[in-house]
């Protein structure tokens, strides 16, 4: 089972961007989902998690600006990212939990610089 991230990027203060997150190989059934990001000299956070009957869970410093939505048929979890700001900046990683074990993703790059 592989998990494939993309969406990153470059964008100014205040703009927005969509981050997916494919799972593709023997998936049983897929738990959780989400996102968490890891920023130059810190800990590794977790920014979203939704359930697979779509209940969300938010950190406190993206509640509001960001949205967490999965399609269940293409085993994909997408972060929508609205308001960014410079702290956002950060490698975004996201999971998927199945059968008690958790997949990650390869990581992708958010930078939230003018």
């Known amino acids: 089972v592989q998990l494939q991230a993309s969406g990153g990027g470059l964008v100014q203060p205040g703009a927005s961007l969509r981050l997916s997150c494919a799972a593709s190989g023997s998936i049983f059934s897929i738990d959780d989902m989400g996102w968490y990001r890891q920023a130059p000299g810190k800990q590794r956070e977790l920014v979203a998690d939704i359930t697979k009957s779509s209940g969300t869970l938010y950190a406190d410093s993206v509640k509001g600006r960001f949205t967490i939505s999965r399609d269940n048929a293409k085993n994909t979890v997408y972060l929508q990212m609205n308001s960014l700001k410079p702290e956002d900046t950060a490698v975004y990683y996201c999971?998927?939990?199945?059968?008690?074990?958790?997949?990650w993703g390869q990581g992708t790059q958010v930078t939230v610089s003018s």
């Open positions: 999971y998927a939990s199945t059968r008690g074990l958790r997949l």
